[in-house]
């Protein structure tokens, strides 16, 4: 079963604007992922946050967390075209590094 | 190319086959996962090795599926008597961790996709 659920489920923007994307989930965690899924492709791994942190920054990305409500958000900024994915948050909850993935969001972004 | 290698890309096959894949992880890569995906959700996990060790597998999973490791390398996922609803993206994935530590991330590969008749 998955244990996130992302919002919004597609979002279209235009190229230069930010998308944000957001992720709830159930228990407690170790960490939060992000990933990045072309159609028809594997995932790409994009930004690790642990439980103990709240932000963190990887070039145009920025992720917050926020453990009491358990979410987390995805800002992607000056978005481009080839932005155009499926984005995928993933927690880390157990033993052995299990990643249960959320339902993900289909980002489009017009030229 | 070093990356996560799944075979083959594609797979179609008739209701009641028997199918395998195979996944060949990134070589210093000690765990291996293997999940499937569907259209319009987020992969879903179905096993776990570490090493040749299979650790966990899912509750959702039936006895129609079956995944080996042998020797801790390459891992092969079988279907037996497939049915339709198995149609799907089987996604295997690695990474390097030792006992109960938790994961950095994934490496993915391209996946499988099964087509049921």
């Known amino acids: 079963s998955q244990q996130g659920e992302e919002d919004p489920q597609a979002l279209s923007i235009q190229e230069g604007e930010n998308a944000t994307m957001n992720c709830s989930y159930k228990?407690?965690?170790?960490?939060l992922q992000w990933y990045r899924q072309n159609s028809g492709r594997g995932l790409v791994h994009l930004i690790l946050?642990?439980?103990?942190?709240r932000e963190k920054h990887s070039g145009r990305l920025r992720v917050t967390l926020d453990t009491s409500k358990k979410s987390s958000s995805l800002l992607i900024t000056a978005s481009r075209a080839a932005d155009t994915a499926s984005y995928f948050c993933a927690t880390d909850a157990g033993w052995g590094g299990k990643l249960i993935f959320g339902q993900g969001t289909e980002l489009s972004v017009k030229p | 190319d070093t990356g996560v290698s799944q075979n083959p890309r594609h797979k179609i096959t008739k209701r009641g086959q028997n199918v395998t894949f195979r996944c060949d992880p990134i070589?210093?890569?000690?765990?291996l996962y293997w999940y499937r995906q569907t259209l319009g959700q987020g992969p879903e996990f179905l096993t776990y090795?570490?090493?040749?060790?299979?650790?966990?597998k899912s509750r959702l999973l039936s006895d129609r599926f079956s995944a080996e490791r042998p020797k801790g390398s390459f891992s092969t996922l079988e279907i037996q008597r497939t049915e339709q609803g198995d149609s799907a993206m089987y996604l295997c994935?690695?990474?390097?961790?030792?006992?109960?530590?938790?994961?950095?991330?994934?490496?993915f590969g391209s996946g499988t996709q099964l087509s049921v008749l």
């Open positions: 090795f570490q090493n040749e060790a299979q650790l966990e």
């Open positions: 070589s210093e890569h000690n765990r």
């Open positions: 994935a690695s990474s390097l961790g030792s006992g109960t530590a938790t994961n950095e991330k994934l490496f």
């Open positions: 946050i642990r439980s103990n942190e």
């Open positions: 228990t407690s965690i170790n960490n």
